[in-house]
């Protein structure tokens, strides 16, 4: 009952190799993407307009960061820990395609656990006489690639008796997926407290200098694991995360780059013209960008937002309905999605809705190793993250790179949900 084993694959499954490659290669794009979006004020401001008037928890954040930009940054350093997440669609020929699911832009987990899987997966190929596949597994070490950016930024901060904080639900049940990064730190030397809103609302100060305390410890980075759902937060946590962002603590991520994450965002970004001027002069970057995108449509009030609603609604196997959330499990499909888009497609809470062309990848057969769940071979469909890390000091990029990859995998008859929701479960990718 308190701990069980990570859900994971028998097997490792088949992943194009060239696919693989193209999400590697366009990392770095997305990392300077997120961090031009959470510096330009008027592009997040125009972009989300309608969604904050009626999602209540977009429209918090958003007058968190407005308040605290008006204030004026005391935050000097930023730090992006991200992780952009594929399918492979199998268009009209057959011919498989990397397309972006969304990029997660806080609390992106299991970097921790994915750096344990090809190990096991290694190990089972093994038994079964496959010696030789067994080798072909790439090595995967996100915890460390992932830590090695708290590290810079913590430098950076520039008090080598500070501490890195980590953000925590009040109930953690994937505790070993941050341990595996916390350790990392910890073998630099470097202190690591875990804290949750709570603790912040009733032990946290800043002094003069905007510097945040906790229980007497000076704090260099705050990393959120918490924050992204509106059940994290109640008056007092609203409370904490105002006083998180006022300091000039390194926040990963600051309230800037968790507002680049929202699923509006993402939409915007589809539009003709929008890439090209957030990332002025970098046609390249923004080619392998627009290569990865699904179709996404806005569901603003207008002619534009009614006749996407009504496809919708008669087409509703051809799309995703998708709200401003994080963390899996909040997407709608099929029936589900046309009722609620017949419920509100003359109600301006549509506008809290974006909707995305529904990916049609290829299912393999595995077996889905969970705890208290029957042993059998399932239809599966996976999903490939990369995780990307960036440092900024001011106006000047310090670090930029991918830091590793997490396969994710799940029965073709769910819908959503990830690994975390119950649903996916970790594996390892045998590129082919």
Known sequence: QVVNYAPFTLLPSAVPSALFEQAYAVQQDFNL???AISQNREFLEHTLASTIKVDDFTARLFRIYTQVLEEGLAQSVFLGINRSDYMFDCGADGTPALK???????????????????????????????????????????????????????????????????????????IFDQRCIENELWNR?????????????????????????????EVAVVYYR????PQNYDPQNWEARLLLERSKAVKCPDIATQLAGTKKVQQELTRPGTLERLLPGRAASVARIRATFAGLYSLDLGEEGDKVAAKAIAAPDCFVLKPQREGG????????????????????????????????????????????????????????????????????????????????????????????????????????
């Open 189 to 217: 030397n470097i202190r690591v407290i875990r804290k949750r809103f709570r603790d912040v609302f009733e032990k946290g100060s800043l002094d003069d200098a905007r510097r945040l305390y906790i229980d007497g410890q």
């Open 33 to 35: 993407l997120v961090d």
């Open 329 to 432: 499990g909040n997407n709608l499909y099929g029936e589900e999605l046309r009722h609620v888009l017949e419920k509100i497609k003359d109600s301006p809470e549509r506008t809290s809705y974006i909707l995305m062309d529904k990916i049609k990848p290829q299912p393999s057969k595995n077996y889905l190793l969970r705890p208290h769940s029957p042993l059998k071979i399932s239809e599966c469909i996976s999903e490939l993250g990369i995780f990307g890390v960036y440092i900024r000091q001011g106006k000047e990029m310090v670090m930029n790179k991918s830091a590793g990859h997490l396969l994710r995998t799940k029965a073709i008859e769910h819908a959503d949900g990830g690994v975390a929701a119950g649903v996916a479960v970790l594996d390892t990718p045998y590129l082919v």
């Open 100 to 174: 972006q699911i969304e990029i997660n832009t806080i609390a992106a987990s299991f970097g921790g656990l994915t750096s344990r899987t090809p190990a096991v997966h290694r190990q089972v190929l093994k038994v079964l006489g496959k010696a030789e596949e067994a080798s072909r597994l790439l090595p995967n070490n996100p915890s460390q690639g992932l830590a090695l950016g708290i590290v810079k930024a913590w430098e950076l901060y520039g008090s080598q008796s500070a501490v890195v904080m980590f953000l925590v639900e009040e109930v953690q049940r994937n």
């Open 226 to 229: 918490e924050g992204y759902v």
